[in-house]
């Protein structure tokens, strides 16, 4: 019989060698690894390292970015834009020439100046907008650099009044009108919603329906005529025969 102590030495041998051929390759994989350059950290990301802010990978180096001068690092420190009052030429940062009745932008965007409140880009200078009475001026450079006040609308390069009708009021945006409840526009007035007998003004206030038990007919509401053994559905404008009835024509009759 074999003995205990040499069957265990035995089970445990070949995963001894097994661990001993992992130890050796992770020794071996340590001792091969590149060391992470200078100005790098270790990643976040799964990657053994990156390079710190202001440095850009080349190969298994950071190099540092060059900023120009009159620039600074964007917020990802891999690239740079120029400071205000200066614009991107190339790899240099230049100085922006403002012209009169403007102000130095943002170097990394545009032409690197934006016209004051009440003047728009005319090529590399700004003209005044003529702002004509009742409107004020917009911080817009796009459209006419103004709008009208409340109560008058645009009309070429004037701002026109609003007429306002009876039983109508200004629209939100102020250049418009709209009827009250119970009136509809007709031309430039409001006229009221002749609502019938037996009906009322819909959710809209624009138009009328009629009440349960009636229908429309043209401007009026005549009664459901219901014949015996039906009952006004749920519609309130037509009808349907009770249990034990069908329909036939205008009449319900038993069914056999």
Known sequence: MISQKWAWHAWRQPFSSIALLLMCGAAFSQSTAAPAPQNSRASAYGSRWECNRGFLKEGNACVAV???A???????GSSWY???GFLKSGETCVPVTVPQNA??????LGAGWQCNRGFRQAGNSCARIVIPENAYALDSTFGNGWECSRGYRASGASCTPVNVPANAFLVRT??????????????AACAAVQVPANGYLDSSGNDWKCNRGFQRAAAACVAVAVPTNAYIDYSGSAWRCADGFRKQGAACIAER
């Open 174 to 187: 102020g250049d418009d009108w709209k009827c009250e409840r119970g009136y509809l526009k007709a031309g």
């Open 66 to 68: 060059k900023v120009p």
């Open 82 to 84: 120029c400071d205000r």
């Open 70 to 76: 009159n620039a600074y690092l964007n917020s990802s």
């Open 103 to 108: 102000y130095a932008d943002d170097g990394g």
